[in-house]
């Protein structure tokens, strides 16, 4: 208990070291049990300390004293749909942030052999929806599916079995994102080949990388389309090629997308996924 207080604090001060929130930006929660250790609202995140962290239950509600933060709703969405989720992390990187206030979404698809292990077959950039119901609705359909996502003008969030898995994943997606812009004036991101997806996705569940990632082959497959209810936005560059497993066509082209809510839950994920990864190498 004492030591994810230490965490949740430690990581609140590094986002503000790192220059990815201003003013009252960003929030951090953690999950204790049936209740979550989280930052308070409207402060620095440069001085969030221990004994300002607050405690709030699976509703929201606070328990003891200090006030929850606007965004908790997001962070909920998060942990009830994603069992193996230990924390939630929301800032606002700069470049990251550039491009969910920006046309396109350059980081999409894999451009990176490491970053496509550790991040999965899709970063996408859900369309602004204002805070609160409809910002969750947006969220709710991408949780079992990717560990981080772009928030459309507003910033990222990134989720993991703890604190400094999530941070990780934003930080990841933030160079990421650097490398993306910097990229723009050398004439743009060249998109990782399709041959090189397949092995990437099977290192990926084979390092067990997260929920999505046991069920990469799974997961990479729903990916080839929008969640249902989603109405997740796509970068333009993606529909004028053809779609193959882990990369995203626009939500209008013609592939058949499987609801992320209509799946069964097998027995055993990890055989089912190791079974597909298998007949997915052989090319069967
Ligand atoms: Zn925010």
């Known amino acids: 208990?004492?030591?994810?207080?230490?965490?949740?604090?430690e990581t609140s001060q590094f986002l503000h070291r790192a220059g990815w929130t201003a003013n009252h930006d960003g929030n951090v929660t953690a999950r204790d049990g049936n209740r979550y250790i989280a930052t308070p609202t409207a402060t620095s995140k440069r001085l969030?300390?221990?004994?300002?962290?607050?405690?709030?239950?699976?509703?929201?509600?606070?328990?003891?004293?200090?006030?929850?933060?606007?965004?908790?709703?997001?962070?909920?969405?998060?942990?009830?749909?994603?069992?193996?989720?230990?924390?939630?992390?929301?800032?606002?990187?700069?470049?990251?942030?550039?491009?969910?206030?920006?046309?396109?979404?350059?980081?999409?698809?894999?451009?990176?052999?490491?970053?496509?292990?550790?991040?999965?077959?899709?970063?996408?950039?859900?369309?602004?929806a204002q805070p609160g119901d409809p910002a969750k609705a947006a969220l709710a359909p991408w949780c079992e599916l990717v560990d981080a996502v772009i928030l459309g003008n507003h910033g990222v969030l990134a989720w993991g079995k703890d604190c400094e898995q999530a941070l990780l994943r934003l930080e990841l997606v933030e160079h990421l994102a650097k490398i993306a812009v910097a990229a723009e004036q050398l004439g743009g991101i060249e998109p990782l080949p399709e041959s090189a997806i397949q092995p990437l996705l099977a290192a990926r569940a084979k390092a067990g990388i997260g929920r999505a990632a046991d069920r990469a082959v799974e997961t990479a497959s729903q990916?080839?389309?929008?969640?249902?209810?989603?109405?997740?936005?796509?970068?333009?560059?993606?529909?004028?090629?053809?779609?193959?497993?882990?990369?995203?066509?626009?939500?209008?082209?013609?592939?058949?997308?499987?609801?992320?809510?209509?799946?069964?839950?097998?027995?055993?994920?990890?055989?089912?996924?190791?079974?597909?990864?298998?007949?997915?190498?052989?090319?069967?």
């Open 48 to 128: 969030v300390s221990e004994r300002d962290l607050i405690e709030v239950d699976g509703k929201g509600q606070v328990h003891g004293a200090g006030k929850v933060f606007g965004e908790i709703g997001l962070h909920l969405v998060v942990y009830e749909r994603r069992p193996d989720v230990g924390a939630v992390v929301h800032a606002h990187p700069p470049y990251a942030t550039a491009i969910g206030c920006s046309r396109g979404n350059p980081i999409e698809r894999p451009f990176i052999a490491e970053a496509l292990v550790s991040l999965g077959p899709r970063i996408p950039k859900l369309p602004y």
């Open 1 to 9: 208990m004492r030591q994810l207080r230490h965490q949740v604090a």
């Open 223 to 284: 990916l080839l389309g929008s969640p249902s209810s989603g109405g997740a936005s796509s970068s333009g560059g993606a529909s004028a090629q053809k779609p193959v497993v882990a990369c995203a066509p626009a939500p209008h082209s013609p592939v058949p997308t499987i609801s992320p809510g209509g799946r069964r839950e097998p027995a055993n994920l990890a055989d089912v996924v190791r079974e597909e990864i298998v007949k997915a190498l052989r090319g069967s």
